[in-house]
């Protein structure tokens, strides 16, 4: 048998040994960790982005090596010839000591058959490398392939401390992994990273997608389709991307691609111009990730390039959080107070309020100590901010009627985004449109393209561009001609404008 067909084996090998440690290590422990093992399939994909280098030699760090699945996979890869290394030396930090013993083994094996000389560190990936980054001689590498830990980390932790050290201000042990790899890389140096799609937009991942973009350039994006399936052995909810990047490089089309799960048999993928990826006016460097399925056309940037100042409208959050004031909230209305609306309190086209059987309060009191909260009854436009999975659309909008309330005020809970002016009410016809337009699926495919997550924040819908001020109004007289608004309809309306 030849070492290639021995390689292959082991591979299989390693796979077989990460389901076992995964079945043997509690639920509550990979919590701890921010732990969850790749599969062979996802590895083996992952390893096949790397360009065929003309380093003579190959330095691979793979931080957060778990069992070794990723170093496998790049070794097997090397195995069959299709890399030109003379050799490969493979730096692997685990933190886990359960996790340490495996990898051992499986690095070990390959350096039996193959000639691979490989290091495990032990301890802290953050403490080493930024030592070694503020060090005389800071260690460098080649190649990287990671998953690294997915855990928040604390405004004022140790971790975030210690990643001041070296200019990194994030908020998650996966990006802090993922730019101390970067910036450990030479000069084209190559990255492969599997991670959780959240950083590609919102305020927190900004310094995050600075260094990235600083740093390095994206040659390749890849989106699972289904939420639950990158890492479904572990049962993980999050939208997770693979990213190939390559240090200092020049930045170009990048290629994005699709598959349902990880056994990519319904793989898709297209070449992107890198603008419509990161847009070059926006100063919050949104990674917006067009797909082959769904894929956007430039119509949406050509047609529509109003910010919400430009239509002199604002959005806000809610400002009602209910559990701070449950003193002045009541189930039903009763005198001396005004409407507390919830997202379920807009169903559909109307309103449904008060809503009896409803668990939530339905009316706020309307006197000093509240008045601050409270908004002049108007028109307004509102978004909820949290989506289930399974919904079709992830941006919902409705239109809020004065008619439908008696009251000078409302309150608006906090799980509402609301648009407004100057915290008054808006012009009948622009909230109409504004509703309108936002349940288009042309919008709906757009926030997808930046947005990986459930949540719909005040701030992605601020950066989104819109229509102008006279489109929106037309688009509200329409909608107020018709008996039911469709989707079909709607999406036919937008697209007989562009």
Known sequence: MNMVSLVSELLEDVDSVRLVAGKNT?????????????????????????????AGKCRLVDAGAGVGSLSAAFLDRWACGEFSFSDVNVTAYEFDPIMRDYLKETLGAFAVKSDVKFEVVEGDFIEHAVLSLKGQKPKTFTHAILNPPYKKIGTDSRHRLILRKVGIETVNLYSAFTALVLMMMEPRGQIVAIIPRSFCNGPYYKPFREIVLRESSILHIHLFASRNKAFKDDKVLQENVIIYLERGGKQGPVTVSTSSDNTFGDYEAIPVEFERIVQSDSDEKFIHIPTPAHDISDDYTANFRSSLKDIEVEVSTGPVVDFRMREFTHQEPVPGSVPLLYSSHFTGEGIEWPRTGSKKPNSIMNEPATRKWLYPNGFYTVVRRFSSKEEKRRITASVCDPKAFSSEFLGFENHL?????????????????????????????????????????????KLMKYPDTQYLIALGKWAKRQTILTQEAIDNRLLSKL
């Not at 639920?27 to 960790?33: I, M, T, V, Y």
């Not at 062979?40 to 390893?47: D, G, L, N, Y």
């Not at 808006?426 to 997550?453: I, K, Y």
């Open 26 to 54: 509690s639920s509550e422990h990979k919590a701890n960790l921010g732990q969850f093992m790749t599969p062979s399939s996802t590895a083996s994909f992952m390893a096949s982005l790397f360009s065929k280098s003309s």
């Open 417 to 461: 985004n609301v648009f407004h002016s100057k915290k008054r009410g808006l012009p009948e016809n622009v909230a109409r449109g504004l509703a309108v337009f936002l349940n288009s699926t042309m919008v709906d495919e757009h926030f997808r393209s930046f947005n990986g997550h459930t949540q719909v924040n005040a701030t992605d819908l």
